[in-house]
Structure formats: C-alpha cells, structure tokens
C-alpha cells in the first residue's frame, strides 16, 4: 500500500490528511505534508486518534506504555492522543514536548505514532494510530 496523503471533503471544504496506510511514514513525509497542505505552519495541523485508539486505556496503544509510569514517552503519546491541556494542534503539542527532549525536527513519538511503533520490528509496526489533518482556515 501506498502513503495516504488525502483530502476529504467536509461541507464543500476539501481536508489534507496524512495517514500510514501500510507503507510507513518518515520525518520527510510529515514536513512535506505540513509544507504543502497547512501553509508550512503547524498551528494549522491537528493530531486526531484513530478508532484503533483505546483513549480510556492505561495503555491506548500497544507501545510506549511499557517503561516508568508517566514517563517521556507515555506523556508525550499521551499528549498525541489526548492534546495538551485541550489543545491538538501539532504546534501545541510539539512545543510542550520539546523541553523533555523530545525533537521538534525529528519528531520520534510522532513518527512512532504514525508507523504503529518505535521500531520496524513492532508486532504492529504498519498501523498507525494517529493521522494528521489541516484545519481549514478562514478566508476572508
């Protein structure tokens, strides 16, 4: 399968997203995606759980969960799944992620995320769990 770089139309607006359809995802194709579908800017891209997603779970997706209780990783997919403090925007995200190492560039949690895992050799490695999508913007 191919990477899913779609729009969907909603109410006559057409809606970017980028989603792992089996193929997976690398930092490249998130940059790209927020280049050529959200103006460059990450405010105007949200993080959305898809239905595979166990929200309510101590552990709503099968990797990451694994080490210290509120740990980096657990916080910051739990940032990726849930927004910070309401707030979904990758921007918003990504920003309270950077001060524990988390990179804004490289962004490891999110790319694992988008693949189904950290590493090709994850039992489900090829399921995304997170797609990204622009937010129409107004115009005036």
């Known amino acids: 399968m191919a990477k899913a770089k779609t729009k969907t139309a909603t109410k006559s607006v057409a809606v970017a997203t980028l989603q792992n359809t089996g193929t997976p995802l690398n930092y490249s194709d998130i940059w790209a995606f ?63 992620a950077k001060p524990l190492g988390h990179s804004t560039k490289s962004p490891i949690c999110l790319l694992a995320m988008l693949n189904g895992g950290y590493t090709p050799s994850s039992k489900v490695y090829g399921t995304g769990y997170v797609k990204l999508v622009v937010q129409p913007q107004a115009t005036v």
């Open 34 to 96: 927020v280049n050529a579908e959200a103006g460059g800017n990450i405010h105007n891209v949200q993080v959305v759980p898809l239905d595979n997603v166990k929200l309510d779970s101590d552990q709503p997706v099968p990797f990451g969960y694994t080490g210290k209780t509120g740990g980096v990783r657990a916080t910051i997919q739990d940032w990726l799944l849930k927004g910070v403090q309401g707030n979904h925007s990758l921007f918003a995200i990504l920003n309270a």
